[in-house]
Nanobody, 124 residues
Framework: VQLQASGGGLVQAGESLRLSCTVSRLTFSPTQTAWFRQAPGKEREFVAAIRWNGGHTFYTDAVKGRFTISRDRAKNTVSLQMNNLNAEDTAIYYC??????????????????WGQGTQVTVSS
């Protein structure tokens, strides 16, 4: 496991959580890092991504305006601030990193390094 994710937990709807992912164990310099999530019985889906150098961000429509992805290159961390959480956000959240510029930043098959996942549970 090259990435270490943390920060998950159990919260009530409307509350916030902040996920963090350490990328210092990567064997390559990332071009972009991302967060994906997988809810029970569903496929893993893209949540947000950030270009490591330029800082450009991408979000899935379901989280726009509520989630913010950021990275700290000095600390080798990528974070996901999640506000106004709802029950549909309940999932295991995974951080991922890619060495190359991706043709589709939302395609999880193009990411070469993954974290172990952290559980986020939102009670309604």
């Amino acid at each position: 496991v090259q990435l270490q994710a943390s920060g998950g937990g159990l919260v009530q709807a409307g509350e916030s959580l902040r996920l963090s992912c350490t990328v210092s164990r990567l064997t390559f310099s990332p071009t972009q890092t991302a967060w994906f999530r997988q809810a029970p019985g569903k496929e893993r889906e893209f949540v947000a991504a950030i270009r490591w150098n330029g800082g450009h961000t991408f979000y899935t429509d379901a989280v726009k305006g509520r989630f913010t992805i950021s990275r700290d290159r000095a600390k080798n961390t990528v974070s996901l601030q999640m506000n106004n959480l709802n029950a549909e956000d309940t999932a295991i959240y995974y951080c991922a990193a890619s060495k190359s510029v991706l043709s589709s930043i939302r395609d999880d098959r193009q990411y070469g390094a993954w974290g172990q996942g952290t559980q986020v549970t939102v009670s309604s």
